[in-house]
């Protein structure tokens, strides 16, 4: 059996410790070991990259920047075998995993701009001879810790634009799908980055606990579940650290009564199945406006969901895979029974799937609920599954009040062909990215990411010129030359 270690100083090391499976949820099988980093190993990760940032900092931004061009081109040449390995551990689907990689490779073109990004800000003559400017340095050593949904994007959020802006670099991914940030370290070796600036440290939360408490680490990003992004604020700020924390979703869209009812059906399929719905902008809850929409929309949904195909990443004409684990999979069910005996009404069952050969595979069909209330413990959680709940409301204020009352704001949606009412969503609605008739409204690299409420803990987004503040400090320097001769006498007011 393969065993995943650790990606320190430019080599991959498997000391002795703790290890758990890595399952391919295809088949249910444990085919892969993850070593569990122990408090050593992680200060080891971390000081390797506190050596190796006295040096890449003052490396000229250019020649941080070629590093990144050169690893956008090894991550395109090898897109297949990445895909490959988000398929083994994580079960997403072929084509699924190509567009997770693309949008973690925009990310990285973003980063390849980073001599623009970083010139600062220039005042000439502030005063007599005096000169102002803003320059932003970097950090230092900074972390990064990653849930399993998305093993290459959300880790190419962080890590190509940290190391561009001069800090250096240690990422903790998902102990549930660790080889694809194991690989992406070693195509950045073969970018030509200098060993020490970009660590790989698997673990759990002891190895989550090191890089919270050792004073080194200067800002930590993280994305994964509410509870922990919380856990993990809390614990960064108390020890002095910068933090973002991105935390989980409930996304609601509301389809009006006007919408273009086949064109909402095929978004919402996407959105709400695509990748088993383990996703925090997957559309998990829809709002129909007046019984006759509603009506519409499940009998259309009914229809359509019946040609859906769900299966192993091996075959892409699959639509979706299998869900991260078992136990995952024993939880999902639960909200859909817990729905059930609540008073919903189950239109499509995706319980007891049965996929051809893949038996012991951790699969739940897609699932369509309706009649959902907001008191159901169902529409409460995030429920990260190809579930999709219909809640009926009589108007849009109605809807829109459900998606302010809810804990999480991530994203949202609504489908109109009234602009009105369109603009008037997008204005009030307290969610961080808001779709009109676009139903995953991820913002593009050179945006930033981020949902309000307990979807975010931290003032920066993630990425993006967000991105760029959150990796670098601010240094205002004011110069004064005086033309020779000119003597100024000593002043005691406040300088003006
Ligand atoms: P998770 O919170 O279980 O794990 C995320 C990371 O935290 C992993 O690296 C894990 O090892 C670590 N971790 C887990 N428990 C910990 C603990 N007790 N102490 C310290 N560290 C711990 O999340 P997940 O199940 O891997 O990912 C799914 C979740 O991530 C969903 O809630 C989803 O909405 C969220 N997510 C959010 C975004 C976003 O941008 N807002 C993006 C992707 C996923």
Known sequence: MTTIGHFINGRTITPQGRSQSVYNPATGNAEKSVLLASKTTVEEAITHAQTAFADWRNTPVSKR??????????????????????????????????GELQRGIENVEFACAAPHLLKGEHSKNVGPSI??????QPLGVVTGITPFNFPAMVPLWMFPLAIVCGNTFVLKPSERDPSC??????????????????????????????????????????????????????TANTNAKRCQA??????????????????????????????????????????AVGDEAADQ???????????????????????????????????????????????AKIVVDGRNIQVDGYSDGFFIGATLIDSVTPIMESYQAEIFGPVLQV?????????????????????TCIFTRDGEA?????????????????????????????????SLFGDLH???????????????????WPSSGVREGASFSFPS
């Open 65 to 98: 920047a070629r590093v990144m061009f050169k690893f956008k081109h090894l991550l395109e040449e090898n897109a297949q075998h990445i895909t490959a390995l988000i398929g083994q551990e994580h079960g997403k689907i072929s084509h699924d995993a190509a």
């Open 422 to 454: 369109a603009r008037y969503f997008s204005d009030h609605i307290q969610v961080g990215m808001v779709g009109i008739n676009v139903p995953l409204p991820v913002p593009v690299a050179y945006h930033s990411f981020g949902g309000w409420k307990r």
């Open 181 to 234: 940030a194991m690989y992406l370290a070693q195509l950045l070796k073969e970018a030509g980055l200098p060993d020490g600036i970009f660590n790989v440290v698997n673990g759990d939360k002891e190895a989550v606990d090191v890089l919270l408490s050792d004073e080194r680490i200067k800002a930590v990003s993280f994305v994964g579940s509410t509870p922990i992004a919380e856990y993990i604020y809390t």
């Open 131 to 136: 000169d102002s400017w803003s320059e932003f």
């Open 246 to 287: 991105l935390g989980g979703a409930k996304n609601h869209a509301i389809v009006m009564p006007d919408a273009d009812m086949d064109n909402a059906v095929n978004q919402l399929l996407g959105a709400a199945f695509g990748s088993s719905g383990e996703r925090c902008m997957a559309l998990s809850v829809v709002v």
């Open 297 to 343: 929309l499940v009998s259309k949904m009914q229809a359509a969901m019946s040609e859906l195909k769900v299966g192993s990443y091996q075959d892409a004409s699959n639509d979706f895979g299998p869900l991260i684990t078992k136990q995952h999979k024993q939880r999902v069910e639960a909200f859909i029974t817990s729905a059930e005996r609540q008073g």
């Open 462 to 480: 993630a990425y993006g010129p967000d991105g760029v503040r959150f990796y670098t400090k601010r240094k205002t320097i004011t110069q004064r």
């Open 391 to 411: 809640v009926r409301v009589d108007n849009m204020q109605q809807g829109m009040q459900l998606i302010d009352d809810h804990e999480y704001g991530n994203g």
